[in-house]
């Protein structure tokens, strides 16, 4: 079975990767690793945004180090969105016990924009483009569900949503789970089978894991 494996990249770093030692991960191996025994992987998507700096905040240089990693790899492709930062103005929390109105209090919100739509736009395009025979789609993100049913019912190619969660007690959204043919949530061993050698070399020279990952 022809396969593609699309990957929310923030949804797959907050979801399982952040605070563990698994963060330098090399997304094919990680793909063929997840990927059911009948599947020959021929291609990942990964669907991400650069962060930008923020005051208070130190430069997101271990996210260009990964990014570089990850462009050594052939058969992966990396699709950028936007990261977004403004400032919005939001009610205290807790309230006033006296009935007066919450003070408002401002502060700078952060977001992750476009790699949503790129995944969606991605997974529709190559299924019509008859690319895979079945798609992987590693994310927990609901507004995924109305495009992995298109494919699974209209384009009748396979589906499968990876749970990017180690928590044995959660699962996947409702939405995503009566959308896709199947789902399973990442494993441990799968990540921990799937890093980068500490020292990398490209087009500009060798590099290394960042320090602390």
Same mark, same amino acid.
């Given at each position: ?23 330098? =991960? ?38 260009e ?16 969105g936007?990261?977004?930062?403004h400032?919005?103005s ?10 007066? =109105? ?22 529709? =395009?190559?299924?019509?483009?008859n690319?895979?025979?079945r ?29 990017p ?5 959660r ?5 995503l ?13 799968? =990540? ?22």
């Amino acid at each position: 079975m022809r396969t593609i494996v699309y990957v929310d990249g923030f949804n797959l770093y907050f979801g399982c990767l952040k605070g563990t030692p698994y963060r330098w =991960l090399d997304l094919w191996a990680f793909a063929e690793k997840i990927a059911p025994k009948d599947s020959e992987v021929v291609q990942v998507r990964y669907f991400t945004a650069r962060v930008t700096p923020q005051p208070g905040y130190p430069p997101p240089v271990h996210q260009e180090i990964y990014l570089r990693a990850v462009a050594t790899i052939p058969g992966v492709t990396t699709h950028l969105g936007e990261y977004r930062s403004h400032v919005k103005s939001f009610p205290e929390h807790p309230p006033p016990t006296d009935g007066s =109105l919450p003070r408002l209090v401002r502060v700078r919100k952060m977001d992750e924009k476009g790699s949503d739509v790129n995944l969606a736009s991605y997974l529709l =395009l190559d299924g019509f483009r008859n690319l895979y025979d079945r798609a992987i789609v590693v994310s927990n993100d609901s507004d995924l569900a109305t495009p992995i049913e298109m494919v699974r019912t209209e384009l009748e190619k396979r589906t499968m949503v990876l749970f990017p969660c180690l928590d044995q007690k959660r699962s996947p959204t409702s939405r995503l789970r009566q959308a896709a043919a199947k789902w399973q949530r990442v494993r441990e061993e799968a =990540l921990q089978r799937s890093q980068f050698l500490n020292h990398l070399s490209d087009a500009r020279g060798s590099f290394h894991k960042p320090h602390g990952w």
